[in-house]
């Protein structure tokens, strides 16, 4: 333990995902042996952050506009939704040059235990798009919406609530991401539910 403003500042890191105590204590130190004017761009950068990046009024994926940069692009598909948890999914999907759709952002997944309820996640949202109302209504009719939740208990949660409430929406394709073995990965090595899936997901040759 430290004393004063370093633990302080410890404390602070370690809170951050993915930063364990032994990396909050490097970035710390670091932090403190830094030039002042890198530490004076970090702040105004951070403040930058918090104060002017917006949500997408439409899908909820991050933009410095009212609309994000997929929202507002004539080029994409707008009668196809790719349903993600959060901002960083956008990217991972993007990064395929597979997809050419739209997107909506929940803003995580159904998670009981952490209090995380239908009602916290943009799903009305979702519903009000689907059913012309919103700030997407000049969009045109949506006739499939993929589900590209995490392949884990909460996502897969989240998409068997998704699939009941959008089954009955007459002439939408709700569809999942297929869950199956990765490439360059050896079959021995898979647990049973990938491989499990990746029997039930065949496909033809």
């Known amino acids: 333990m430290f004393e004063g403003p370093v633990q302080d500042l410890i404390?602070?890191?370690?809170?951050?995902?993915?930063?364990?105590?032994?990396?909050?204590?490097?970035?710390?130190?670091?932090?403190?042996?830094?030039?002042?004017?890198?530490?004076?761009?970090?702040?105004?950068?951070?403040?930058?952050?918090?104060?002017?990046?917006?949500?997408?009024?439409?899908?909820?994926?991050?933009?410095?506009?009212?609309?994000?940069?997929?929202?507002?692009d004539a080029r994409r598909d707008p009668t196809l939704v790719c349903v993600v948890e959060e901002p960083k999914d956008v990217l991972a999907v993007e990064r395929t040059?597979?997809?050419?759709?739209?997107?909506?952002?929940?803003?995580?997944?159904?998670?009981?235990?952490?209090?995380?309820?239908?009602?916290?996640?943009?799903?009305?949202e979702l519903l009000a798009r689907l059913g012309g109302t919103?700030?997407?209504?000049?969009?045109?009719?949506?006739?499939?919406?993929?589900i590209a939740t995490d392949p884990n208990t909460e996502g897969e949660a989240t998409a068997t609530y998704l699939v009941r409430l959008l089954r009955d929406f007459p002439g939408l394709s709700v569809t999942r991401l297929a869950s199956g073995?990765?490439?360059g990965g050896d079959l021995e090595f898979?647990?049973?539910?990938?491989?499990?899936?990746?029997?039930?997901?065949?496909?033809?040759l």
């Open 181 to 183: 073995l990765p490439m």
């Open 11 to 72: 404390d602070e890191l370690g809170r951050l995902p993915g930063v364990g105590p032994k990396s909050a204590q490097r970035i710390a130190f670091h932090l403190l042996a830094a030039d002042p004017a890198d530490i004076n761009r970090l702040q105004e950068v951070l403040q930058t952050v918090k104060q002017g990046v917006a949500f997408c009024d439409v899908c909820g994926n991050v933009a410095s506009d009212t609309r994000c940069r997929y929202c507002s």
């Open 190 to 204: 898979a647990d049973e539910m990938t491989l499990g899936r990746a029997l039930a997901g065949r496909r033809a």
């Open 134 to 146: 919103g700030p997407a209504a000049d969009e045109t009719e949506i006739s499939e919406v993929i």
């Open 97 to 124: 040059r597979e997809f050419k759709g739209r997107y909506h952002v929940l803003g995580g997944a159904l998670d009981p235990l952490a209090g995380i309820g239908p009602d916290t996640l943009r799903i009305r």
